[in-house]
């Protein structure tokens, strides 16, 4: 991590030299275009979630089922998530 941290400073350093030399007011428009073009992708995402959720007619109810249960053979026993853990708190 520390090598990836001192690979990326300089190009940091350039990019912040390059920024700092432009004028105000062109720094104020990368800024507005840039919070333009999030919110145009903003409004793209909701527009095209509420248009997925309008085609829905119902939403489907179903129960909640165990996947630890799925799939078990009737004789073996479910072990308790706990038991599961080893002593570094990781699971096996």
């Known amino acids: ?3 990836l941290q001192l690979s990326l400073e300089p190009w940091l350093d350039k990019l912040d030299s390059r920024w700092k030399q432009l004028p105000q007011e ?3 428009r990368v800024v507005l275009y840039s919070f333009a073009g999030y ?3 903003t409004l793209a995402v909701l527009i095209q979630v509420i248009m997925q959720v309008g085609q829905q007619k119902e ?3 179903t129960h909640i089922t165990n996947p630890l249960a799925n799939g078990m053979d009737k004789g073996t026993e479910v072990k308790n998530t706990k038991e599961l853990k080893n002593g570094n708190n990781e699971r096996e």
């Open 1 to 3: 991590m520390k090598k």
């Open 26 to 28: 062109q720094r104020k």
């Open 39 to 41: 919110l145009i992708i």
């Open 59 to 61: 939403m489907p109810v």
